[in-house]
């Protein structure tokens, strides 16, 4: 289950993006470990977006899950690594209160072993990227 640092929550009063860092591998392909994402306060969430929101039975614990379906309750997320587990298939609806914010975009950080000019350039035009929303999110759900 990816665990973010506290940073994300950090001024989200007073400010309307923060930032997190992704660890572990439940949102592998979208997200990996050492990831950093720009995070939005405000505004509605939707099927399908990637948000950061507190463990329902481990409050401290910060992670980033797929909202794949509005239930009673609240929102039914989902990693995107059906393999890592950590979402609502073990702990069930999140509810609303719970979600801090949405995913806008992710900064991958440079690994050390891209030296080449073809590596740096390859990661030059990947680094930065928009988080988007998968409208298949329900699909998958279905197939679960």
Same mark, same amino acid.
């Given at each position: 289950?990816?665990?973010?640092?506290?940073?994300?929550?950090?001024?989200?009063? %007073?400010?309307?993006?923060?930032?997190?860092? =992704? +660890?572990?591998?439940?949102?592998?392909? +979208?997200?990996?470990?050492? %990831?950093?994402?720009?995070?939005?306060?405000? @505004?509605?969430?939707?099927?399908?977006?990637?948000? =950061? $929101? !507190?463990?329902?039975?481990?409050? %401290? $614990?910060?992670?980033?899950?797929?909202?794949?379906?509005? !239930?009673?309750? @609240?929102?039914?997320?989902?990693?995107?690594?059906?393999? &890592?587990?950590?979402?609502? +298939?073990?702990?069930? =609806?999140?509810?609303?209160?719970?979600?801090?914010?949405? =995913?806008?975009?992710?900064?991958?950080?440079?690994?050390?072993?891209?030296?080449?000019?073809?590596? $740096?350039?390859?990661?030059?035009?990947? &680094?930065?990227?928009?988080?988007?929303? %998968?409208?298949? &999110?329900?699909?998958? $759900?279905?197939?679960?």
């Amino acid at each position: 289950m990816p665990e973010l640092s506290q940073d994300a929550e950090r001024g989200r009063a %007073d400010q309307p993006f923060g930032w997190a860092e =992704v +660890t572990g591998p439940s949102m592998v392909p +979208t997200l990996y470990h050492g %990831d950093l994402l720009v995070v939005w306060h405000r @505004g509605r969430i939707r099927p399908g977006d990637v948000v =950061v $929101l !507190r463990h329902p039975f481990q409050q %401290d $614990l910060l992670v980033v899950k797929r909202a794949a379906e509005k !239930r009673e309750g @609240g929102w039914w997320v989902l990693g995107d690594n059906a393999y &890592a587990g950590g979402d609502s +298939t073990d702990y069930g =609806v999140v509810p609303d209160e719970l979600i801090l914010g949405k =995913v806008r975009l992710r900064y991958r950080p440079r690994k050390p072993g891209q030296r080449s000019p073809f590596a $740096l350039a390859r990661w030059a035009l990947s &680094a930065v990227r928009p988080v988007l929303a %998968d409208r298949s &999110a329900s699909k998958r $759900l279905r197939a679960r």
